[in-house]
Nanobody, 128 residues
């Protein structure tokens, strides 16, 4: 069973940094992607960044050069380093993983032709 658990959200001042973590389990049997999505208050959810098992990454144009997604070989955690945070970066941040063997990535969006698995989210608040 796939399980994703996010952590690391919080409140920061504009210009500050946060690192979000997505602890994954149950992802085996093929290549897959893990993506970070966010949903600002009153807006639709949007893709932010993706990592896949080829160690390739993609980013949404809106956050490029400020956010970095990465995974250490030593654990099953996909992290999102966020620098120079701005109030418009506030919202719920979710990680998602594709079904192993069935994934596509494009500009910060990780998707699957099978199931996409989601975590519960972690909140980020950036004060001006």
């Amino acid at each position: 069973q796939v399980k994703l658990v996010e952590s690391g959200g919080g409140s920061v001042q504009a210009g500050g940094s946060l690192t979000l973590s997505c602890a994954t389990s149950g992802l085996f049997g093929g290549s897959y992607c893990v993506g970070w999505f966010r949903q600002p208050p009153g807006k639709e959810r949007e893709g932010v960044a993706t990592w896949d098992t080829d160690d390739d990454t993609t980013y949404a144009d809106s956050i490029k050069d400020r956010f970095t997604i990465f995974k250490d070989n030593s654990d099953n955690i996909v992290r999102l380093q966020m620098n120079n945070l701005q109030p418009e970066d506030s919202g719920m941040y979710y990680c998602a993983a594709s079904t192993p063997g069935y994934y596509e990535v494009w500009k910060g969006i990780c998707s699957s032709s099978r199931s996409t698995h989601w975590g519960q989210g972690t909140r980020v608040t950036v004060a001006s």
